[in-house]
């Protein structure tokens, strides 16, 4: 079992930037993938980017260039997000892909964590 918290979203203006926060905790052995997805109300959640111990990659196109996911030494990861613009408005949601302890793989979402993008 594992519980992400997330923070950082919040209402800003287009070209403002913004550091989404995500930290895991509770019983696993190690995290294989750490992920951010957003979240419009009526579509379809989307993958956003991914970071393993390979690296790190954005998936949105209108994306690249402007947001980028980083780890720090403990189970927390990072979106910048850099000249904001309305249509990244939604909720972001942090996603990872775990190990136990006993084995097998896992997975866990977070909360969301919600941001609004005024023009």
């Known amino acids: 079992q594992v519980y992400l918290e997330e923070s950082g979203g919040g209402l800003v203006q287009a070209g403002a930037s913004l550091k989404l926060s995500c930290g895991a905790s509770?019983?696993?052995?190690?995290?294989?993938?750490m992920s951010w997805y957003r979240q419009v109300p009526g579509n379809e959640r989307l993958l956003v980017g991914d970071?393993?111990?390979?690296?790190?990659r954005i998936h949105i196109d209108s994306a690249k260039g402007r947001f980028t996911i980083s780890t720090d030494n403990a189970n927390t990861v990072y979106l910048r997000m850099n000249n904001l613009k309305p249509e990244d408005t939604a909720v972001y949601y942090c996603?990872?892909?775990?190990?136990?302890?006993?084995?097998?793989?896992?997975?866990?979402w977070g909360q969301g964590t919600r941001v609004t993008v005024s023009p």
């Open positions: 509770g019983n696993f052995a190690g995290i294989d993938v």
């Open positions: 996603h990872i892909n775990y190990r136990r302890y006993t084995g097998g793989n896992f997975d866990a």
């Open positions: 970071i393993t111990q390979y690296g790190s």
